[in-house]
């Protein structure tokens, strides 16, 4: 049998220390802020090589995005002792790169004297539970949302501006300025223009979707962690979203033939629209990315409130709003 590793079998670095020494704290039960204390009186003989490393390769990324925040390790606020095994035990399990950058965008968050000075319970227990392959699926997905986000406010910024020229030209044939031919000669033009955004909204939101299929396919076993990213309740389909369809019943009509017509019409409608609900929430829900005819391309599923809340502590950045989200 080979021999066990002691607690400083990998000497760590006097940065990742310096993070160890600042999540610790001022302590009064005799562990000295020293580089053999740290690592020998926290880690111990019971964290094997490799744990060791991972840690070390955590808290090294945590020191550059407490950097990045411009908080010095002095600066840094420590965490109660229960957190801080949490996060040794938890930080010390991310084999992969992914892993370990999210464990150490959480522990900076954490440690950030902005922040209420605890580790989330919540986030940490559901990142001990993600692969490598889960993380990777997750910050594609998160990834691809902040584009969409991107994408949709430039679109609606353009379509503004043109509701704004066209409420202009209305104006201009109100005040007598313009002659009716020349306002619908504006008006058309701003149909053409904001028919062509759309046709390059459309265009530029399949194309996400199908680069991210591209980049899935690298993604072995994916069936797999999109069930355990919905079992977390990280991600959620979105054919939820679908709008009801309007209904329309005329109203100053004695004709009872009309409004059967008009009765069975919706009735098809909502009947259509159960479809459509089933299809993309049930039928559809093991595919990541549906092709709605036509080139269009989506993806199905889309990161949850409490995705999102886990993205912008274990990835730096969120996909949608900053509200706070419940637990799952």
Not at 49 to 62: F, G, I, Y
Not at 75 to 92: C, K, M, N
Not at 108 to 113: E, V
Request: charged fraction near 30%.
């Amino acid at each position: 049998m080979g021999k066990e590793p002691t607690p400083l079998d990998i000497i760590p670095s006097k940065i990742a220390t310096d993070v160890a020494v600042a999540l610790v704290g001022p302590t009064s039960n005799g562990i000295a802020e020293t580089a053999k204390d740290v690592w020998g009186g926290l880690v111990g003989d019971r964290v094997r090589e490799w744990r060791q490393r991972n840690l070390v390769n955590s808290l090294e990324k945590t020191y550059e995005h407490l950097k990045q925040k411009g908080i010095s390790p002095e600066q840094a606020q420590s965490l109660p002792t229960g957190d801080v095994y949490r996060i040794f035990e938890g930080a010390s399990r991310a084999e992969t790169t992914n892993l370990s950058e999210m464990w150490a965008h959480l522990i900076a968050s954490a440690m950030d004297p902005k922040s209420n000075g605890k580790l989330d319970e919540a986030l940490s227990k559901v990142l001990e539970q993600l692969t490598g392959q889960d993380a990777e699926l997750f910050t594609l997905i998160n990834s691809y949302e902040a584009s969409l986000d991107k994408k949709d406010a430039a679109y609606q910024d353009e379509f503004e501006e043109l509701t704004r020229k066209h409420k202009s030209a209305e104006a201009l044939y109100d005040d007598g300025l313009i002659s009716y031919r020349e306002k619908e000669a504006i008006g058309e033009e701003i149909w053409k223009l904001n028919a062509a955004l759309l046709r390059n909204l459309n265009h530029n939101l399949s194309k996400l979707a199908t680069d991210l299929k591209e980049t899935l396919a690298t993604i072995t076993d994916m069936q797999s962690s999109k069930e355990n990213l919905q079992r977390l309740a990280l991600i959620q389909p979105r054919g939820r979203e679908l709008p009801l369809p309007e209904l329309y019943f005329e109203t100053d009509t004695n004709d009872a033939e009309l409004l059967k017509q008009q009765y069975l019409q919706s009735i098809e409608s909502l009947r259509e629209w159960m479809h459509r609900i089933m299809e993309r929430t049930i039928i559809h829900q093991d595919f990541l990315i549906l092709d709605l005819g036509e080139g269009r391309k989506e993806l199905n599923f889309k990161l949850s409130e409490f995705g999102k809340r886990f993205a912008r502590a274990c990835i730096g950045e969120a996909a949608l709003d900053t509200s706070p989200a419940p637990d799952p």
